[in-house]
Structure formats: structure tokens, C-alpha cells
């Protein structure tokens, strides 16, 4: 026999110390904790962990990607390292790099786009407009 006496299942067994401290003699010890301000009901307890698990993982992913969008070259870069074959990227390098002062390097960056031979006609354009700005 259990603290609950006769057979009961085990579900509705209680401590003798809970139904002293309760004064709810053959609650279960879901309904006394609850009672008791001890929390949610069971069923709720797993979905709350999995979410603030996931909230967890998430905010640690978001950490520790938070340096990629430090600046505009940091995120560039990073998107080079990604996607090299689209010349969009390496533009915006460029973009990035001539505001930092570094023409020779956006220039640098922008022949090596026309040199791949992958840009279409509208990034072509920008390219030799740019080009012909910062070669000034």
C-alpha cells in the first residue's frame, strides 16, 4: 500500500507530509504542487521548454552572428564567402571599399568582375560608371 492507502493508483499516491501541509488529502501531487503555486500543469511543460529552447538557440545563433553585420565591409565580405559568383556582391564590396577610402582595392574588385565575364548588361554599366569615377 501507498501513502494515498487501498490500492489507489499511483497517480493519486500522496505523502503523508503533502496532505499534512495541504490539507488535500487524495489530490494528486500535480493538483497539490498547483495549488501550491507550483507551476503549470504537466501538459504544458514540455511545450514551454522546447520553446525556451529554442528561444535560447536562437539568441545564440543571433550572438554569435552579430559580427557579420558589424559594417558594411565585414558583411560584404562575408557575403563573398558565400555567394562569390554574384557580381552584386563583389559590387557592393567595391561600394563599401571606396567609401572606406580604398579605391584601388574597389577598383581592383570591380576588374576582377569584368574579368569573370559573369556580369549581365546592367551590371556591366554600373561597373564602368564606377570605374570611370573613382579612376579620377
Known sequence: EGWGG????ASTLQSPIDAHQTGRVGE???ET????????HPPYVLPVVVVLLLVVCYAQSTV??????KDGMS???HAIERVPQLP?????L?????????????IAVLEAVLGAG????????????????WRK
Open 28 to 30: 494528486t501531487h500535480h
Open 118 to 133: 559573369n556580369p549581365d548588361e546592367l551590371d556591366r554599366k554600373r561597373i564602368h560608371q564606377k570605374l570611370d569615377a
Open 88 to 92: 552584386v556582391v563583389q559590387i557592393q
Open 33 to 40: 504542487a498547483y495549488a501550491l503555486g507550483g507551476g503549470l
Open 94 to 106: 567595391a561600394n563599401s571599399l571606396h567609401d572606406a577610402g580604398n579605391d584601388a582595392e574597389a
Open 6 to 9: 487501498g490500492g489507489e493508483e
Open 75 to 77: 558583411l560584404w565580405r
Open 64 to 69: 554569435a552572428h552579430l559580427p557579420v553585420w
